[in-house]
């Protein structure tokens, strides 16, 4: 079974600073999918950023970007220019592709707060 | 605009007394899921239907059950609430189950157990 782990319970950064949450996974398999997901407080989730496995160049979606590490099997994602509004919990996630018919592993979660 | 609909956002409810939890979508996906989330956790999947295919997680409780009439609307019934059953419930649907499909969640209905 794959896992999925944050590390980070808690992040904070500064509006306009950069920050970096980290996110490392457990798979045997070769070809996956990567999500970032962010949930602001009481809102719904919504995705940020994804990534396939077998694409080596780093996905990016304006301010978000994301460092993969296959062989590390790391997955970190960087905010750039932080916003007020990027204050939420940001949930990693892994996806098989093996059997087209498979669902989401989440980690714990990383709460960032935002200060002015 | 909403897409993902989830009601009520709060739900109280009392020890033992059936409730039952509602979504709908206007994304015409085929597949819906039903999540629980306990405070400061990760988003637990409990079963999901794919059309009208129900697909149950190992380690679901009996006590959560779920209905699909139609591919609009999914209801979550927890048949005899325990204290340990307070949390968000998070509704989700997606188009099918392709690796990189996107989920879209609804705004989560908040289970208060007294």
């Known amino acids: 079974a794959q896992t999925v782990t944050q590390s980070q319970p808690e992040m904070s950064v500064q509006e306009a600073e950069t920050v970096t949450l980290s996110c490392t996974y457990d798979t045997s398999e070769s070809d996956y999918y990567l999500f970032w997901y962010k949930q602001p407080p009481s809102r719904q989730m919504i995705l940020v950023i994804r990534q396939e496995a077998y694409k080596q160049q780093n996905a990016t979606e304006n301010r978000f970007s994301v460092n993969f590490q296959k062989a590390a099997k790391s997955f970190s994602l960087k905010i750039s220019d932080s916003q007020l509004g990027d204050a939420a919990m940001y949930f990693c996630?892994?996806?098989?592709?093996?059997?087209?018919?498979?669902?989401?592993?989440f980690g714990k979660g990383t709460m960032l707060l935002v200060s002015p | 605009d909403a897409m993902v609909i989830q009601n009520p956002r709060y739900q109280v409810t009392q020890f033992g007394k059936p409730v039952t939890l509602s979504c709908s979508q206007t994304l015409n996906h085929n597949v819906m899921y039903w999540y629980q989330q306990k405070s400061s956790q990760a988003p637990k999947l409990l079963f999901h239907y794919y059309d009208k295919d129900f697909n149950n997680e190992a380690d679901t409780p009996d006590n959560f059950q779920s209905r699909r009439p139609n591919t609009s609307f999914c209801f979550l019934d927890i048949r005899s609430p325990g204290l340990g059953d307070a949390a968000m419930y998070l509704c989700?649907?997606?188009?099918?189950?392709?690796?990189?499909?996107?989920?879209?969640f609804g705004p989560g209905t908040r289970l208060l157990v007294l």
């Open positions: 989700a649907t997606s188009r099918d189950m392709a690796g990189e499909e996107t989920q879209y």
């Open positions: 996630a892994y996806r098989s592709v093996n059997s087209g018919y498979s669902t989401l592993t």
